[in-house]
């Protein structure tokens, strides 16, 4: 999707068609999360801070995202994906590699799928989208890339909107592409590429295998060299289960306050479990996170002895994981994540049920009850009282009243 | 202190006091282990306050001393030299540590920071130890490794007419093992050790034939040959297990253990999430193993059994059901069950000191 997020707040609020609008917050520490090409002719990008954007782009306009919107946005999109082939493996929420191979038959070669793919989703949710086609995953994402509205001279030009790149053409097409649009080339490979002269995806395919692994190691020489001729024998991978569920937080400004985190901890932990219960799931392993303002990160971990979906259960272990943090340096982020997925359907009952049996029960219909009113009220209708804080606006719950229907 | 000794043997020593040397401790100096030389007798000590293993080799010695050392660095060092002798000194505030051409100084820790151990001033009880060692493997596996529920983590240890008694549950399966002919507490006594401890203790049961157990007020002691573990002993009442096995069954199904485990190691490879049952259904024509993973496939196979009793479907943990299977004795057990939420009892035919309880999985 072309500026997914972006786009789909555009959508929703014509006014801003045409203007340097970004997702992302505003604060002293804020991200971009999405920035409209409007807002690319300045130099602005997602991941840069805002502050910096600001600086680019002085009438810039921050929109508050709305995750669940574009989620929600993303379902339909990948449900379109899946009327044509059940081979999706969704990169995030607004990515996906397609499998067309077998669906030749029923849909046609995959350049008209291309075409009837960015057609539906064009006619169902007035959104602009990418298609690359290619024989691998490496190469169809370069060439969905390539197909992409780009900034040209500071000029919005808009892309192709579909790449198809055949086997004969691949090495000619890679060849002209810089070293930084593959795979795994990062900020530090790209600076040791550059010092050896290589510009350009062809100047490294042109390299012997064994120069490249003595300059960037054995893994990633072959790796990069692999891509570089083209060669990419990845399946596309249907979404598999969840294996983990985490929340983080980053904050304006490092936080040393320890009844601050705490009650972070415990939001976070109830919104863990929240998620928990909606996938029908259970954890066993809990874990924190901690970013301190170096960017120095812990992880702390705790496996249970009964699977769990109890928000207080979680906090409670969270909260014991995040004593053994020094936060007096001041911590960054926070998280809180669980891993151990099991069925909850599967109770695995206790000999000694008098004791934690009764606890458990308790435990579900209080969920049972939570959920119920998240369901009719909203999200923020209820939660644990520790993670309200005194700037209910702050983050968290909001300060709306739930409404009270008739 | 002075006094050389073989590589291997010392390596084995400082191993074996250094895994109850703490990792995670705040104090330095439960970090070292201490070393005490007394003429030809060299004592390591490590402690992390719960659990002290003491063992004590021959060498030959020069000049007596006591220090701590750094257990980890320590240890590394003397596995890395060349085989053969290795000399051992302290002088001032260093250890020397030398073999061939090796020659390491590295500094001691504070002795006063290592803590104070004491012995039990208690009757020494000989068991056998081969017999005490089969039968913690049979046991320790049950109890919880959760310290949030610290009654849980222990090992009863109780007096059941002239038998010694060990009971461990983590709340979801229980295994209980009478060793016969043992008089070591008085009928109504019993004590809870640390279920950890006692997986060291079957660590070093193997070097010998007999050991001397001492059961303190707070503390307890296993010695086998030179290697002794002091451990303190969990206080609070454990479950009142007697409560837990049921009394009477309706439903007996007799199966060849092996032929079982096998069944169920093969089983258990469609339920490859922690959490997923397999089914045990049991009529008229015996039992069969029944294993679901949605999306992913389905397992059955049937298991030569005989079956007295009411058609059942009961579902388990497989990884509960695999170990009390795998430490249970003889060639045949029983599965009695009562219906599909109560407790089974696995028994083994012929061998009425121990058995193994487990509560089912609900399917819903």
Known sequence: MNAFFVSVEVRENPELVGLPVVVGGSGPRGVIAAASYEARVFGVRS?????????????LLFVDGHYSLYQQVSNRIMSIFMSFTPMVEPLSLDEAFLDVSSAARIHGEPEEIAHKIRSTIYKTESLLSTVGVASSKSVAKLASEAAKPRIVAGQITSGTGIKVVRKPDEQAFLNALPVRALWGVGPKTNTKLERLGLKTVGDIAKLPVEVLCGALGEANGHHLHRLAHGNDDRHVEPERSAKSISHEETFETDVTDPAVLHAEIVRMSDAVASRLRSAKLRARTINVKARYGSFETLIRSKTISAPTSNGVQIAEVAAELFDQVDVASGIRLVGVGVKGLSDQSFDQLSLLDGEDGEVQHNRDD??????????????TAIGPAAAIKESRTASGFTNRRPVIPE | MKFRCERDVLVETLGTAGRAVSTRSGLPGLSGVQVELVGDQFTVTGSDLDLTITTTI??????????VIPARLAADIVKALSPGAVELSTEDDTLRISAGRSDFSIRLITSDEFPKITDIDAK??????????HALKQVVLAASSDDSRPILTGVLLAAEGDSLRLVATDSYRLAMKDIDGIELLSEGEQVLVPSRALGELHRILANGKSITLRLGEKEASFTVEGVTLTTRLIEGDFPNYRGLVPDHHPNTLTVNRTALLD?????KLMAP????????????????????????????????????GEDLVVAFNPRFLLEGLEV????????LTTDELKPALIKSVGFDNYLYLLMPVRVS
């Open chain 1, 47 to 59: 991941a840069m801070p805002s502050s910096t954007a600001r600086r680019l782009c002085p009438n």
């Open chain 2, 273 to 308: 999430q922690e959490g997923t049952p397999v089914r045990i259904e049991m009529n008229e024509h015996g039992m069969e193993l029944v294993a679901v993973t949605a999306d992913v496939g389905t397992a059955r196979e049937v298991v030569e059994s005989s079956y007295v």
């Open chain 2, 124 to 133: 020494p009880v000989e068991l056998d130890a081969e017999q005490l060692a």
């Open chain 2, 328 to 335: 249970a004795p003889g060639d045949d057990v029983t599965l």
């Open chain 2, 263 to 267: 069944a169920l190691r093969r089983v």
């Open chain 2, 58 to 67: 021959e060498v030959s010695g020069e000049s007596d001393g006591k220090a």
């Open chain 1, 366 to 379: 209080v969920d049972e009850v939570i959920d119920e009113v998240r369901r009719r009220f909203g999200g």
